[in-house]
């Protein structure tokens, strides 16, 4: 077992979901039995958190590649023109900020990415925290009758509310969408019960921000439906909170749980850089 292996400290944050991993540089060149280590802590505990990092975006791409391919996000401009990074930035004065609402990552894709690792560059003194919920522990907590009727349905998820012209999220926040005429709606069939493909285990798999429907139902069919499930799958004993400082990282499984960015920070701007790690049709 290697020095760097033998230091590192993985500590839960709370009883459902979310580790701190201590004692590890991860700007740095991984051994394969560190790498190992946090994707087990990530499939035990749905999001892992860093701190103390100092990343530049070389070294925040080195070490998300440590767990995949980086993923080209189809819905935002590109600060930079690199396709791969996002830049999330709250500006004084904006009125929305990415991910203000319960979500599992671009679930409008046909394969949404698998993962996301966000780096905090500089976040406010409070305010801005981010929320994590376990989705496995939603799905579990369901009666078996509520259990055996979802199994068999799938849901329907759209960008329509995130981008393009109708979406008016631009004149809001400074983080910019494509809201140009060119820009076509991107709708997929996902379960409502998703199985990891590394755990076996089963998750739910609606959101509010992306989920519009169920497929073959009418609106008034679904809605109530997709209502009860989006609270459900939320509830505070589901959930662990995040408190951001400069050089903090999330690192978040988006196939067994939904985030939430707390538009709270007032007056003070945050800057985060966000990579993500292509996945897989859910199934
Ligand atoms: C997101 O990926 O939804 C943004 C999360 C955050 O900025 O806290």
Known sequence: MSSAVSQVVIRPVAGAIGAEISGIDIGGPLSPQDVAR????????????FRGQDLSL???????????????HPMFVSEDGDPHAIHIVRAPGDKMV???????DT????????????????????????????????????SPGMKRMLEALRAVHS???????????NAARATKVREDANWRETINLHPVVRTHPVTGRKALYVNRMTTLGLEDMKEEESRPLLEFLFVHAVRPEFTCRFRWENGSVAFWDNRCCQHFAINDTGHASRRMRRLQLNGDRPF
């Open 38 to 49: 946090i994707n087990e802590a990530l499939l035990a505990h749905c999001v892992v958190f």
């Open 107 to 142: 679930t409008f894709a046909a394969a949404p990415p698998m993962g996301s690792v966000l780096y905090g560059v500089d976040v406010p003194q409070y305010g801005g925290d981010t929320m994590f919920a376990n989705q496995y522990l939603a799905y579990e907590a369901l």
């Open 58 to 72: 070389d070294q925040h791409k080195a070490f998300t590649r440590n767990f995949g391919t980086l993923y080209a």
């Open 159 to 169: 960008d329509r509310n995130r981008a393009g012209p109708q979406a008016v999220l």
């Open 98 to 104: 990415v991910g203000d609402d319960w979500h599992s």
